[in-house]
């Protein structure tokens, strides 16, 4: 138990970056969950289970086209829409005749529909650990200031800011995004102006499980694509979005942004308890914001 | 209580169920007789659990974390101290209400969602230390073969020590709920804001509502480790607190029986349905969705709201 080896200016911006590209992925999976949390108030606990299947979805893309680089950016396009059509089903099929149901019912239906897909991902894909490989562009790394750092980490911060761009717009700027926040703050009053909302509500689950599926295939060159994704990734996404506060996508950033640096940083200053520091970095920040850092949806 | 025709009957029913269960080693093979223990002790999990989540509406998310505590704390105390044994029965339950306390002392600021989530972001923390502790907890490993005192070491003696055990915690908790603590604590759940203005401390029940569920959850956590002779952090994942939540409403978490029905059924789900198929977990999702879907009151529930004559509910609710 050795408490805080030698800490290196080098070895501190490399594990800032670390930290950086873990954000990026918990950002796009926890800014998923908060939007279908806040806007229609599933705490989906099936979410990590979508980043999962949308893990494995790119590693059978990427070898069904000979895994080359072609078949990379292939799976990052079509994973996630894979993911998004499993949702869409799941939706339309289940979830629209549960809305009014109290978020406990809501909360062990999706747990079921978690148990469910990690036996579909068992049947699929068998219980190997499966490993997909970055383009050649994306190995190896650039060095910047006499420091190596990989290009696939400075990658995923190219990617993080552009998600959160596309998020903004997409909810601030487009009429869809408009009444899904209007839907948000009071469903019943939008249903009265001759929205139909069910359609939204399939419309923002459909766009948060896409982003799940984002960020299980962005992941995937990563870390071993396992059985187990779904249930450590699904924890930390949902202490995000509480830190963060619900529906708040900023506030998701914010989240991850602790989640991912307390973390990484951790591990510098003491290695064998590094999983418990974000942990207490949530609860020092709800001891003092019981309701998020910032406004939460509802 | 013991008035009237139905509970004769319940009366009779519980006996028999009192002798069938004393006397089921003598005919049982070993591994029924531990598979009984087992589900009396993942009962008496989800029964403390209810408590507070089907009696008190408080939305208990990581409870698992006092039934691991509770193991733990017996474990700890029987392979690394030499105090008497029988100190680290009352340790390891004393243990989980102290922090069923002192994590409701954070929690209950918060209601339903926000104090579930905080609830499994202090029990994850605590998970999270007891996993990478390898000098002290035997990190993902846990402690294997702890050294119980000779009187319960058998399957047999541990079998009856856990059915009596489990009588008695489940007595008190009838008790419990039918006092006039239970009573407000019922009160609290159905209206938080109206017990407040006839004058409830609302938190201060919720808080030792906490302390007692912990406590019962600490007991069923050292029965688990009398029958299982061995302790791992899975007992206080976040996966088994949802799995207990599962028991509560399979059964019916209005219904005192209820979580124990389901943690019955669950169990025996997972040990046998596992032996013909790998996919055990699909036949159990399948299960909860069909039942979210047509009796989210619970199996229990639902039987108990038919079986209520017509007429008869106010009455019932006065008496």
């Known amino acids: ?298 | 209580m013991f008035n009237g025709f139905k509970n004769w009957k319940s009366l009779v029913l519980g006996a028999a169920l009192v002798v069938i269960l004393a006397s089921a080693p003598l005919f049982l093979s070993r591994f029924y007789v531990y598979f009984l223990a087992l589900i009396m002790v993942t009962g008496l999990l989800a029964t403390s659990l209810n408590l507070v989540l089907g009696f008190g509406g408080m939305y208990q998310f990581h409870h698992a974390v006092f039934y691991g505590v509770g193991a733990y704390g017996l474990a700890l105390m029987l392979t690394k101290t030499s105090l008497p044994s029988f100190l680290g029965f009352i340790v390891g339950p004393v243990v989980a209400s102290l922090l069923a306390f002192v994590m409701g002392l954070i929690c209950v600021r918060l209601s339903k969602l926000y104090f579930g989530m905080l609830q499994i972001s202090l029990g994850s923390l605590v998970w999270a230390v007891v996993f990478k502790w390898y000098s002290f907890t035997g990190g993902d490993d846990g402690i294997h073969g702890v050294p119980l005192p000779a009187i319960i070491s058998s399957i047999t003696s541990s079998y009856y020590f856990t059915l009596i055990v489990s009588g008695v915690a489940l007595a008190l908790m009838y008790m419990i709920i039918n006092s006039p603590f239970g009573r407000i604590f019922q009160a609290i759940r159905d209206n938080p804001e109206r017990s407040e203005g006839i004058g409830v401390n609302v938190k201060a029940h919720q808080l030792v509502g906490q302390l007692i569920a912990g406590f019962f959850g600490g007991v069923a956590g050292v029965l688990f480790v009398t029958i299982e002779g061995s302790v791992f952090p899975d007992l206080m994942y976040w996966h088994l607190s949802l799995e207990i939540l599962i028991m509560c409403l399979l059964g019916g978490w209005f219904t005192f029986w209820g979580p124990m029905l389901g943690a019955a059924t669950i169990v025996t789900l997972r040990t046998f349905v596992n032996v013909y198929t790998e996919y055990w977990t699909a036949v159990l999702a399948i299960v909860l969705m069909l039942l979210i879907y047509f009796l989210p009151e619970g199996v229990l529930g639902y039987f108990q709201e038919r079986l209520k004559p017509r007429g008869a509910t106010a009455q019932q609710e006065v008496k």
């Open chain 1, 1 to 298: 138990m050795e408490f805080a080896p030698h800490i290196t200016v080098s070895a501190l911006a490399q594990q800032f970056l670390v930290g950086l590209s873990r954000t990026t992925i918990l950002f796009i999976v926890s800014s998923g969950l908060s939007l279908v949390l806040g806007v229609l108030r599933i705490p989906n606990i099936a979410h990590g289970s979508l980043y999962m299947i949308g893990a494995f979805l790119a590693y059978s893309v990427t070898a069904f086209f000979g895994g080359g680089s072609a078949g990379f950016w292939l799976a990052l396009v079509l994973a996630p829409l894979g993911v998004a059509l499993i949702s869409l089903a799941v939706e339309r099929g289940l979830f629209c005749h549960l809305y009014d149901r109290e978020h406990l019912m809501l909360l062990l239906f999706t747990f079921s529909f978690m148990l469910l897909f990690r036996d579909v991902v068992k049947l699929v894909w068998g219980s190997d650990y499966r490993s997909l490989t970055a383009p050649a562009i994306l190995q190896g790394s650039v060095s910047f200031l006499g420091m190596p750092f990989p290009r696939y980490s400075i990658f995923l911060l190219i990617i993080g800011p552009l998600v959160a761009l596309g998020l903004w717009l997409l909810t601030n700027k487009t009429r869809l995004g408009k009444i899904s926040r209007a839907a948000a703050v009071d469903r019943e009053m939008v249903g009265a102006v001759g929205i139909n909302v069910s359609w939204v509500f399939a419309f923002v689950f459909v766009i948060g499980c896409f982003l799940a599926g984002l960020g299980g295939a962005l992941v995937a060159p990563t870390q071993n694509i396992n059985q187990g994704m779904d249930h450590t990734l699904i924890m930390e996404a949902f202490l995000i979005v509480i830190m963060g506060g619900l529906g708040n996508m900023w506030g998701a950033l914010l989240g991850a942004l602790i989640f991912g640096l307390t973390d990484s940083i951790g591990v510098l200053i003491w290695p064998q308890f590094a999983i418990v520091f974000p942990y207490v970095a949530v609860i020092v920040v709800l001891l003092f914001r019981p309701k998020g850092l910032l406004k939460a949806t509802w």
